[in-house]
């Protein structure tokens, strides 16, 4: 079947569904775990579930539909997710509430084996190559009271044009393309997103072209390997050109009203110079670009399968930060992988030292059913971990506080997200850099790209004023 025709299958099972629950006034609850891409998946949930007439609630307690879309990472994810489902068991009791679970997680046998062990109660379960299908596994649900099952382990096809319920009217993701072939020893994504494949350049910059027509100024270009996009051959005045990751930013960059472009998450690998030409060109791409290191030790590096040295790192560093005037780096860390001796540990706080990072995402190593990291002898004892993590994270901290200094006093383009969680008088918004500035102003000025000045730095937020 071509995709295209089941996409308008899929369209067909909205309506059956609408038609079923006409008058009902259904709701739905979702939550989301895990990355932007895993968002993003739900924002495409949520476009079908609300065509099909539930209206969205925060409180489970009053759902007619529970939809949980998960990670699997790290560890911690499973336990939150067995507590969440075990506490959904009464309100399904009082009022009959559909649960369906979707996302990476479901796509480890393990984890759906307990499921269906421990929780009989839950009557869907998809994958993440089955996400499009998601009105008629609800459809056979509602219709046929049976319990679903519906996953695959092949590499999931793209499907364009799905329904989407976007979270913000001013920052869109745009997933670019889905998997993973780089087997990082220690991780378990390409397991349950399978290999690389990448949307057709048309279809990602119609897309973007319609967000900029409906207000959208920044675009967070998404995938696992974002930057090892491969758009095809396609004709460019007259010739034959290879589409990669540079030429869509490029072209992005070219489209009317979009202010602002992120992408998530590059491998080093893929910063080839063309890619880092194009960032230095296009003035709308923001200057904060993340650069996962993962570790310092060429060594653990080796082990982690990441494909470059500490050497090659810091010296793409250093080509980087001399051709892209202001640029700042981010990165995710890993601690206590299988084998990290105390110099490799050591190794890791160099580059930190080195780099000066504007944002470290710390992690401490979490084992993953399936993966080579899972099956090595000399795992790391966890208080030994936990003493390194905390370590790291001081560095961190301080580096922080001696680079916020620099922001004082310098006029910052923020956009403007909303009210401040813990001060509802005050708004907060985000640089460039993405750093969270508070400032004191009126709510019209939310979803606006405004200007600020500097005035204090604290840890975790900036405070500006108008
Ligand atoms: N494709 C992206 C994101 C992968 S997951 C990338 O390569 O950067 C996000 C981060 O989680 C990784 O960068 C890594 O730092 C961390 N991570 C992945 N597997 C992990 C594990 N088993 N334990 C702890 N952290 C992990
Ligand atoms: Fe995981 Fe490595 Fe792929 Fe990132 S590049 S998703 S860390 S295997
Ligand atoms: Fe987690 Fe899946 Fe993203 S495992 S990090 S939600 S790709």
């Not at 038609?19 to 979702?30: A, F, Q, R, S, W």
Request: charged residues 30%; proline residues 2%.
């Amino acid at each position: 079947m071509s995709k295209v025709n089941e996409v308008e299958i899929q369209k067909q099972y909205i309506e059956k569904v609408k038609e079923m629950n006409k008058g009902k006034k259904l709701k739905y609850t979702i939550l989301t775990m895990g990355c932007q891409l895993n968002e993003n998946d739900s924002e495409k949930l949520s476009g079908m579930v609300e065509q099909m007439g539930y209206t969205k609630t925060e409180n489970a307690e009053e759902a007619d539909l529970a939809l949980f879309n998960t990670c699997c990472v790290r560890e911690n994810a499973e336990d939150k997710l067995f507590g969440k489902v075990g506490e959904l068991k009464r309100i399904k009791e009082k009022r009959g509430t559909i649960i369906a679970i979707g996302g990476c997680m479901m796509q480890e046998k393990h984890i759906t084996d307990k499921l269906h062990e421990s929780y009989p109660y839950i009557d869907i379960i998809f994958g993440t190559h089955t996400l499009h299908k998601f009105p008629e596994d609800l459809y056979i649900s509602i219709k046929e009271k049976n319990k679903i099952d519906d996953i695959i382990n092949i590499d999931g096809e793209i499907y364009e044009n799905l329904p989407i319920k976007r979270d913000s009217k001013i920052k869109a993701s745009v997933t670019i393309m889905y998997g993973c072939n780089n087997f990082c020893s220690y991780c378990i994504v390409p397991y349950v997103r399978g290999r690389e494949r990448s949307r057709k350049p048309e279809d990602i910059l119609k897309e973007v072209k319609e967000l900029a027509q409906n207000g959208y100024k920044e675009i967070t270009l998404l995938g696992q390997n974002v930057n090892s996009y491969d758009g095809g051959e396609i004709n460019k005045n007259g010739k034959t050109i290879k589409y990669k990751f540079a030429n869509l930013l490029r072209d992005v960059n070219n489209i009317e009203g979009i202010e602002r472009i992120r992408f998530v998450s590059p491998h080093p690998k893929d910063f080839t110079d063309d890619v880092i030409e194009a960032i230095r060109d296009c003035d709308k791409v923001c200057k904060l670009i993340h650069l996962p290191l993962q570790s310092g030790s060429t060594n653990m590096l080796k082990i982690m399968n990441r494909k470059y040295t500490k050497e090659q790192y810091l010296e793409l560093v250093r080509k980087m930060k001399e051709q892209i005037p202001n640029l700042v780096l981010s990165t995710d860390i890993i601690v206590g992988f299988a084998g990290e001796t105390e110099d490799d540990f050591e190794e890791t706080l160099d580059v930190v030292r080195k780099v000066k990072f504007e944002q470290v995402y710390m992690f401490i190593y979490s084992r993953r059913v399936g993966t080579l990291g899972d099956k090595m002898e000399n795992q790391i004892p966890e208080e030994i971990k936990h003493k390194r993590f905390d370590r790291l994270k001081e560095l961190v901290e301080s580096q922080i506080e001696e680079n916020n200094k620099k922001y004082i006093g310098t006029i910052q383009k923020v956009l403007v997200e909303g009210t401040s969680k813990n001060n509802p008088n005050m708004l907060t918004g985000r640089t460039g850099s993405n750093k969270v500035v508070v400032f004191e102003g009126s709510k019209d000025l939310v979803d606006t790209i405004i200007e600020l000045k500097i005035v204090s730095e604290h840890m975790w937020y900036l405070k500006g004023k108008i």
